[in-house]
């Protein structure tokens, strides 16, 4: 008689008690483990917002102290319209007026009429010289040349120097128009034909204005441009200036008179350091809601008891209190610490910068910084010592690098400890099935031959009553 589920036959060694007893050896030696997996998951997960927030902190600083932050310029004008400013990094920070009299013009020269484009601009073959400025092209021609003919080959030839254009004024008016590319007083334009040449009167300089044949002649002559620069008179051959002040270019727009300051790009610093602020003090405030001990456990941080983390929050707060050596702290500089949070304080800040520009850059950056006695020293630069700190935490093979591969090593040691555990109980509590289907085999058996000899006895008793 075979058994169909275990404890069948006992009613004892059931599948329950099997199960009780392993769910107690899962509490013993299976749940220690998945708790301290459990924490080291936390753990893991913690290290990935905060070290998002240290590589943030680290990022900002770096574009601190990278050249431009404090180099960089801006500049103002009384009024846009009448010239365009641009300062390079480092260009010198100046205040000057400018006073544009005059702007630079190209020069144009214009051809007498022809009724189309295809009229033919010679009745014979020659060479065609054409000056612009200094430069001389020759231009071969033909009885078949035609006007259109004529510009393309004025543009192929010298189109650098100057660009051929056809115009219709009116009905059966055409013109040929030459326009210098560059501006000044030394760009005229001059045709002049080959001895045997045979050009029509239109390309032929016009000698008579007075008469009834138009030839060539000037549209618009080319001249320099003149302004003065705080008084003095200058004199360019374009009205694009890079020339007069180093770094600086001026664009010319119109005649007349604008105030221009060239200074710091103040808002670019600001934005940089406020950028800064904020990064830091996030980043701190997430230090610290992980690293926060509590008697509740949904309050204790994912590194309340964490001798790294906590040496990290103390080494980042403390740099604070330490940069700026004999040149200062960072509170003179307009950087608020309030239990080490930060703060931008504009006002201070833009106040050092009108004093002396170039000691807030060696302050925050590194250089020579003078001292209010007029001596001067060699300093690191609060912001490239910050950033030294940081460095030990968020680059390469940093601290931090070293702190997440330890929490990996330690989730793969333990569920590597998990499954051997589990493994273990599988294998025992197997064994301990097999072992209690053969009790209860056996209990049955004994079961059914005391049923067999009850009924026996029975049946004797039975009959002789």
């Known amino acids: 008689m075979g058994i ?39 753990k893991s997960a913690a290290f990935e917002t905060l070290n998002a927030h ?34 390079e990094d480092s260009s010198d920070i100046q205040d000057f007026t400018l006073n544009v009299t005059q702007l630079a013009t190209k020069e144009i020269e214009q051809s007498g009429k022809f009724t189309t484009k295809t009229d033919s601009i010679s009745s014979g ?27 393309e080959l004025i543009n192929k030839k010298a189109g650098d120097s100057v660009t051929a ?34 050009l029509v009167d239109a390309l032929k300089p016009d000698a008579d204005p007075d008469d009834d044949i138009d030839g060539m002649t000037n549209v618009q002559s080319g001249v320099d441009a003149e302004f003065t620069f705080n008084g003095l008179a200058i004199t360019r051959s374009n009205n694009s200036i890079d020339d007069l002040l180093s770094g600086v270019t ?15 790009d103040r808002e670019k610093i600001e934005e940089k350091i406020t950028n800064f602020v904020d990064k830091y003090n996030s980043a701190m405030y997430q230090l610290g809601e992980d690293t926060k001990s509590s008697k509740d456990e949904d309050e204790r941080g994912a590194f309340s008891s964490d001798s790294t983390m906590k040496g990290m929050k103390n080494a980042l707060k403390n740099i604070l209190s330490v940069v700026g050596g004999d040149a200062g702290r960072l509170q003179s500089f307009g950087i608020e610490i309030d239990d080490g949070r930060l703060s931008l304080d504009s ?50 093979g940093s601290i931090l690098d070293k702190y997440n591969t330890s929490i990996s090593d330690r989730i793969d040691s333990l569920t590597k400890q998990r499954e051997k555990a589990v493994e273990r109980l599988d294998n025992s509590y197997a064994i301990m099935t097999k ?10 058996q004994f079961n ?10 029975n049946a004797e008793i039975a009959s002789k009553s």
């Open 4 to 42: 169909s589920s275990l404890g069948a036959g006992s009613s004892i060694l059931t599948q329950d008690v099997i199960d009780q007893l392993k769910a107690a050896d899962n509490a013993k030696f299976v749940a220690p483990v998945d708790a301290k997996i459990k924490n080291e998951n936390a």
């Open 54 to 87: 240290i590589e943030s902190v680290y990022e900002s600083l770096k574009s601190l102290t990278e050249y431009g932050v404090f180099e960089g310029r801006a500049t103002s004008l009384s009024s846009e319209d009448f010239v365009d400013i641009k300062a």
């Open 125 to 151: 073959s020659g060479t065609m010289e054409l000056n612009i400025g200094d430069e001389k092209f020759s231009i071969d021609y033909t009885a078949d040349t035609t006007l259109e003919d004529l510009k």
């Open 165 to 198: 254009t056809i115009v219709q004024i009116a009905d059966g008016d055409f013109r040929l128009l030459l326009s210098s590319d560059n501006t000044g007083t030394n760009q005229a334009i001059s045709i002049s034909d080959s001895d045997d040449g045979s």
């Open 250 to 264: 001026i664009k010319l727009k119109k005649v007349g008179s604008t105030e221009v300051s060239v200074k710091q």
């Open 347 to 396: 006002e201070m800040l833009n106040k050092k910068l009108d004093e002396d520009p170039d000691s807030v850059h060696a302050y925050f950056i590194g250089g020579t910084f003078t001292k209010d006695d007029g001596s001067t020293i060699e300093v690191e630069g609060a912001f490239t010592e910050i950033e030294s700190e940081f460095a030990k935490y968020a680059k390469g």
């Open 435 to 444: 072992r209690f289907a053969a009790y209860d085999l056996i209990i049955n």
């Open 448 to 457: 059914q031959a005391s049923d067999m000899f009850t009924q026996m006895i």
